[in-house]
């Protein structure tokens, strides 16, 4: 799902459409300032998110779309490697500076 949440941001290059995500899916968390975030189990908030949907205003549309856009294409694999190994060796180097303790 947070694939095909991000390749339709990434493949709507004329910075229209409307995403609605699951709040359960793993890229909510990094898409819910644009994306219409609801509890797909709600059918009540799921008809309500999707009239929001179609009301949204074509330059409110575009607006969300592009900062979309524009963080999948800077939030990509790379950056996450890339965060993920320099977490890795921040933890690495608070460890190492903990004394250790003496074995009995």
């Keep these: 799902m947070n694939l095909v949440a991000k ?5 709507r290059i004329d910075d229209d459409g409307v995403l609605i995500l699951s709040h359960f899916a793993g890229a909510a968390e990094q898409l819910k ?3 219409l975030l609801v509890n797909p189990y709600d059918v009540e908030q799921m008809a309500d998110t999707i009239l929001k949907a179609f009301r949204l ?3 409110e549309r575009g607006r969300r779309m592009k900062r979309m856009r524009r963080l ?5 694999v ?3 490697v890339d965060s993920f190994l320099k977490a890795g060796a921040t933890l690495g ?6 004394p250790k303790k003496a074995a009995r």
Excluded: G, H
């Design 33 to 35: 300032p644009d994306a």
């Design 78 to 80: 790379f950056w996450w």
């Design 72 to 76: 999948v294409r800077k939030e990509n």
């Design 7 to 11: 390749e339709y941001c990434a493949c």
């Design 57 to 59: 205003s074509r330059s």
């Design 93 to 98: 180097r608070r460890s190492s500076l903990r």
